[in-house]
């Protein structure tokens, strides 16, 4: 059996106990349709100013709802680990000859799973509002950039839930890095208008990365050299915070 | 050939809480051993270093003839887990819990179907079978958290505290159910409880912990024979037992008289005849009596003969 496999198989558990919470499902359909509503309204005039690329705000936004949506489907994700740790039902995996590693897999595939499928209900949504997001490869990228950053942030929480161990201390992190993150980018607003300073910063930002990527093909003058460093970025950070949390799990067990 | 041997264990937890302390018994195959003792004692801390979820400071121990630190995967293939706390998945069906568990032991296919549906219909849970867990009732749930242990058919099985929540009822047909499952699976089962009675019912052999360590091992007639007559427990007005316990040594039916502060545990022939005695006589030494109970005896008794220690002091302790 190997770990492939074996991560399927959890992460399977977790989609299907999560598909049968109706209220769950219509709040991750229709949170980020309104987000894309409301922020495409409430910015409407924003692309008189200079920079955006376009005069279309939702062209600009919807690669952005895409991601945020998906970096907060990471950030909360380690909630459910904690269940499961409350619950003993680590422990009964922990005392089967399953990979370790894949117990932590799973969960973060979940995330990943979940927020792809969010940024295809908001690519269809954008569609509607006249958003075309430079088409099939377009769509593909904001997909591929949606999944890295579920996956990079929920590495993180994941990690941090099994440090803590506490709901409350796993809400105030998740809250914690929340908005700065987002605000600390150019996920609303165009790069050009942000004070120079912050420019730079964002560029220490994983969900900088993910936007920059996300937005490459939506806007005219397509630069596939900088998409392909940000992708890059994105899936080493999605790499080194899942080492992360798989190291966290680690130091869970040691403390059995 | 033993199917579990303890050898020695320890384990301390943070600077001083000492859970294990050289413990050390020996299972056969096909056995249903009982480790039996309060909150504490160091029987769920030894179960779960068996089932490889921690790892001993010292000593070593074998389940199945693999070594539980150096072969853990091995161990793993080989044993069932119920832990103390229901492991079950709440937001899933009794089928789909026993499915996953069966896949992540590596069971596929119509033998993994063919095993569900054998257990769910053992276990009485074949109505239930497609209901999600959290509508199940307390013994539904420990009855799957069983089944849950056996879908890899292993060779060894742990239950830890297999009936502690139930209602009488309820843990009755558990026993029912062990019972049937011990004399029809060829299981090799270590059983922890605090109660005598399960003990005594399900296990073959019996293991009493305290602090860490076996005091004394023997079947579950045994330890009551040895035990025979009733308890008598006085308490005194005056802050010390010590004096009055060597009165009451001294009178004919006490077998056993342990002081506890305030408190004389005695172990009697008879019970309504020794009390007079034992009243006259802790009077005419000037020792007040404050009350006096006399009951049958208990795994408190056996607990306490063995230990000098009232089962609920070790309660503090680590569970």
Redesign the interface.
Known sequence: MNVATETAYLCGRVLRNLSRQPIWIVVMVVQPMFWLLLYSQLFRRITDLPGFGTTSYIDYLTPGIAVMTAFFSGSWAGMGMIEDLDRGVLERFLATPASRGAIVFGRILESSIVATLQAVLILVTGLALGATNGGASGWLVILLASFLIAAGFAGVSHGVALRTRQEASMIAVAQFIGLPLLFFSSLLIARQLIPSWMQDLSLLNPVEWAVRAARGEALPGTDWGEMGVFLLLLAAFAALTTAFATWSFRSYQRTL | MDAIVVDGLEKTYGKDTRALDGIRFSVPEGQVFGLLGPNGAGKSTTV?IL????KADAGRATVSGHDVASQA?AV??A?G?V?Q????????TGR?NLL??G????MRGADLERRTGELLETFGLADKANA?VKTYSGGMKRRLDVA?GLVHRPHVLFLDEPTTGLDPEARAAMWEELERLAAAERLTILLTTHYLEEADRLARRVAIVSRGQVVVEGTPDELKRELRGDAVTVELDGADASRAAEVARGLDGVHEATPDGRRLYLRVEHGAQAVPVILGALDAAGAGVHAVTVSRPSLDDVYLHHTGREFRADDEGRA
């Not at chain 2, 706390?85 to 899933?92: K, L, T």
């Not at chain 2, 896949?103 to 590596?106: A, I, N, V, W, Y």
């Open positions: 779960r089932a490889t979820l921690t995967g793993r293939r044993i887990y832990p706390a229901s492991g079950v998945d709440r937001e899933a789909e996953l568990q896949r992540l032991q590596g999600l849950t």
